[in-house]
């Protein structure tokens, strides 16, 4: 037999609120609905759920037995209602992120924690790429967000780019390097030592090119090339040679006690670092939230930098 379990709401009303009009007023509804409810109820049953007679109604084994399963439906119905209510406000849900590795591990890995003291129940999930793959993965719905670096001209008419960070590059090293300890450094004094070079597909491989072209090292030798921002910093903390990195993963890391950037101004890149989405995203709260604590995140982050900018001496 099928029971409508609104009924078994009802009843469970009734019974914990020891009456119709007590049970109706539980309920927001008028006594004669309720009435009618219960008549339906026990015509369906074949069976009375209330002793006839008594005042105030007493339910049988029956009604008691049926009320029960009411509760659970109730209980049921407001842990689903705080299930949708929390993936409205987007507290629960999905967001898929991705952006050049660099920047992911260096920065976003941070930032991602911090999003998740505060929503333990939203599940990130981080891949990698550059920006021709991951402007494919956003229009085919693949991906909810890409972080990544672009020039104005660079951003399709049918996506939407908010900047959270300008192109800022340093050359970096390990904490105790010689270069750290001179006043002012000559092209001469960095052609000594040896480069670590990122991978060739991505925009920070053409950066460094620039930036060895601007100082005028010609002629540079490298002695690592690609693998991960992890490999990266190992080599640099335990050996001499350079690198170039975007000053904010720098600064990220300098609690990390192990790499430094020599304050030698290498040029900018003409690019800024963003967030990539669809003009008119899918109803994802979760992700307009985290898409939100990130662009706050990068706001302080520039904050900081500014000023530690400012209390160095840049030659």
């Not at 002793?51 to 659970?72: D, F, I, V, W």
């Not at 991602?112 to 956003?138: C, T």
């Not at 960095?190 to 010609?218: C, E, F, H, M, V």
């Not at 800024?272 to 990130?294: C, H, I, Y």
């Amino acid at each position: 037999m099928k029971i409508d379990p609104r009924h078994l709401e009802i009843l469970a009303a009734i019974v914990d609120n020891g009456g119709l009009t007590e049970g109706a007023e539980a309920l927001g509804k008028s006594q004669p609905s309720i009435s009618r409810t219960l008549s339906q109820l026990e015509s369906r049953i074949g069976a009375p759920l209330f002793h006839p007679g008594r005042r105030p109604l007493k339910a049988t084994e029956l009604g008691l037995s049926l009320a029960a399963q009411g509760r659970s439906v109730l209980e049921a119905t407001r842990v689903a209602g705080q299930i949708v209510d929390r993936y409205r406000t987007g507290h629960t849900g999905l967001v898929r992120v991705a952006g050049t590795p660099v920047f992911m591990d260096g920065v976003v890995a941070g930032i991602i924690a911090r999003f998740q003291q505060h929503m333990p129940d939203v599940l990130v999930e981080q891949s990698y790429g550059y920006a021709d793959a991951l402007i494919d993965r956003l229009r085919n719905a693949t991906l909810d967000l890409a972080i990544i670096p672009l020039q104005q001209g660079q951003v399709p008419d049918d996506l939407r780019f908010q900047p959270i960070l300008p192109g800022l590059n340093v050359i970096a090293c390990r904490n105790g390097h010689p270069l750290l300890r001179r006043k002012s450094i000559t092209l001469s004094d960095i052609s000594q030592y040896s480069w670590i070079a990122p991978p060739t597909n991505s925009p920070l491989y053409r950066d460094l090119q620039r930036a060895l072209a601007k100082i005028g090292a010609k002629d540079f030798r490298i002695n690592f090339s690609g693998g991960s921002l992890a490999s990266v910093v190992s080599i640099l903390a335990g050996s001499d040679s350079l690198t170039v990195l975007p000053y904010s993963v720098v600064f990220e890391m300098k609690n990390q006690n192990q790499i430094s950037a020599l304050t030698l101004e290498i040029g900018h890149p003409d690019r800024m670092l963003g967030v990539l989405s669809k003009e008119t995203p899918d109803k994802n709260p979760a992700g307009e939230r985290f898409k939100s604590f990130v662009i706050s995140q990068f706001e302080s982050l520039s904050r900081r930098i500014n000023q530690h900018r400012q209390e160095q001496l840049w030659r």
